[in-house]
């Protein structure tokens, strides 16, 4: 007797607003599979209702991805074929399936990763800002302290910034990037790509800023920001006096305010001796 044929599991991006952008090849493997992971079960069986699928279902989310994958890939190995979808877009990206592809890649099961919608990659593709190179930072920290240092971090940055916001956090967001960031780094706003009300907001982080302010219809839907990076700067010599003076200053003020300080005493640039302060924390 042959041994059982171990299945596949298949990552399947779905539309992230026009169902139009279903892939054929998307199509065939979600109708052909054996059972469907889904992020939310109730949300992609309206969509595979609409495409016309009747498919087993199961949840697999962030709060169970842990304990459901042995389960999924017990069945892999028995020879079932999976798909696993997310709400919207390529699953991974800023959403649950990291842990069930790197257990299923230990189990030697094989993983099939389509190609297809994904929210930032659309938005970039139409920003206008330089796409050959640059970081994708998913959500910031919902937290404000914690998204501003966050922001702190990456002022830095000379890739472009492609982050994802909610709704309900975005003016705040907005606001903490024109204080960590600076009101004239050019940032787009993307929103509701593909649907009817598909918007980009182009200027800089200040302009983008009040268009949000003056217009609620703004803080609403999926939202990517993508921003411009920091100007490519020379390597500069920096006065051991004004490392001296920072370090002595963070031991009463924070990091950003600190390195104001210093750089004012010895005439140095503040994100020069930011980041050198940012990377001496890290040795």
């Known amino acids: 007797m042959s041994a059982t044929k171990a299945g596949s599991l298949f990552i399947v991006p779905t539309p992230i607003g026009n169902l139009g952008d279903i892939t054929e090849r998307a199509l065939n493997v979600l109708r052909d599979c054996d059972a469907i992971a889904a992020e939310d079960t109730r949300h992609s069986g309206q969509l595979l209702q609409h495409l016309g699928i009747r498919k087993e279902m199961f949840a697999l989310h962030e709060h169970n991805e842990r304990q459901r994958a042995s389960q999924v890939i017990e069945r892999l190995q028995q020879g079932d074929n999976i798909a696993l979808i997310s709400d919207a877009g390529t699953p991974l990206i800023?959403?649950?399936?990291?842990?069930?592809?790197?257990?299923?890649?230990?189990?030697?099961?094989?993983?099939?990763?389509?190609?297809?919608?994904?929210?930032?990659?659309?938005?970039?593709?139409?920003?206008?800002?330089?796409?050959?190179?640059?970081?994708?930072?998913?959500?910031?920290?919902?937290?404000?302290?914690?998204?501003?240092?966050?922001?702190?971090?990456?002022?830095?940055?000379?890739?472009?910034?492609?982050?994802?916001?909610?709704?309900?956090?975005?003016?705040?967001?907005?606001?903490?990037?024109?204080?960590?960031?600076?009101?004239?780094?050019?940032?787009?706003?993307?929103?509701?790509?593909?649907?009817?009300?598909?918007?980009?907001?182009s200027g800089s982080i200040a302009e983008v800023q009040q268009r949000v302010i003056e217009d609620s219809n703004q803080q609403r839907g999926e939202i990517v920001l993508i921003l411009g990076g920091a100007e490519e700067q020379a390597a500069e010599d920096v006065n051991p006096a004004a490392m001296k003076t920072l370090n002595l200053l963070r031991k009463e003020l924070p990091l950003k305010k600190a390195a104001a300080l210093a750089a004012e005493i010895h005439g140095a640039r503040k994100n020069t001796l930011y980041q050198l302060a940012l990377e001496q924390d890290n040795t």
């Open 94 to 201: 800023s959403d649950p399936g990291y842990v069930l592809v790197q257990q299923c890649r230990a189990a030697g099961v094989t993983v099939t990763a389509l190609p297809g919608a994904c929210a930032f990659v659309t938005a970039l593709s139409g920003a206008g800002l330089p796409t050959d190179r640059f970081t994708f930072e998913g959500f910031l920290p919902a937290k404000p302290q914690q998204r501003r240092k966050r922001l702190q971090e990456l002022v830095s940055e000379t890739r472009t910034l492609v982050f994802y916001e909610s709704p309900h956090r975005i003016a705040d967001t907005l606001a903490d990037m024109v204080s960590e960031i600076g009101a004239d780094r050019p940032l787009v706003m993307a929103r509701e790509l593909t649907k009817q009300f598909e918007t980009y907001l």
